[in-house]
């Protein structure tokens, strides 16, 4: 028994040392003590008050079509087709632009009914930005085929005395008289607009 409890002692004290020289090894491997992290609070006063955004366009609006007055220029012809010159010119006293297709139909008055097919926006010309000043005035041509109306349109003709004219990107139309032979089938489609440019032409 003796013997046994001798045993049991030295295998308890190297159980001991064993793990003393462990735990030196483990912080001599570390190199350093470990210390309770400290809270920094960093303070940053602005230099100078922030700068504000630019504002989304800093040149002219759009012309809203309050702005705008529209007038019929002379027609002339060729080869079976009638043009119409549509002048908008800006009647406020700021400068606006204009960008892009008008919207145009015949109507049967001014907030009356519509008359045949819109003017179709052939394209493959791109819209050039207009910037029109207090008094001046851009254009688009409008082009109607006589030749569809008395050719097609035989048993739909139908006198017209308005046109209907959305300046580009606006919801309320402009109007101006019209002495016209036209169109009331809404499926035949016998005019074109251009592009607004730039300038008038009568």
Known sequence: MR????????MLAACCLTSVALLAAACGSSGAVARPARTVTVTITPSASPTPAPSASSGP??????DLKLSLGAANGAAGTIFYPLEFTNA????????GYPGVAFVSSPGGSQIGAPAARPGGIAP????????ATAHATLGVSDVLIGNNCRHHQV???WVQVYPPD???A??????????AER???????STVASGAVS
Not at 61 to 66: E, G, K, M, N
Not at 92 to 99: F, I, V
Not at 128 to 135: D, E, N, Y
Not at 187 to 193: A, G, I, K, P, R
């Open 174 to 183: 402009l109007y101006a008289p019209l002495n016209f032979r036209g169109c």
């Open 61 to 66: 609006s759009q012309c809203p079509t309050a």
């Open 187 to 193: 499926s035949l489609v016998t005019m074109h607009v």
């Open 159 to 161: 006198q017209v005395s």
């Open 128 to 135: 050039a930005l207009v910037t029109l000043a207090p008094g």
């Open 3 to 10: 013997a046994v409890a001798i045993t049991g002692r030295r």
């Open 170 to 172: 606006q919801y309320i």
């Open 92 to 99: 406020s006293g700021s400068t606006c632009t204009m960008y």
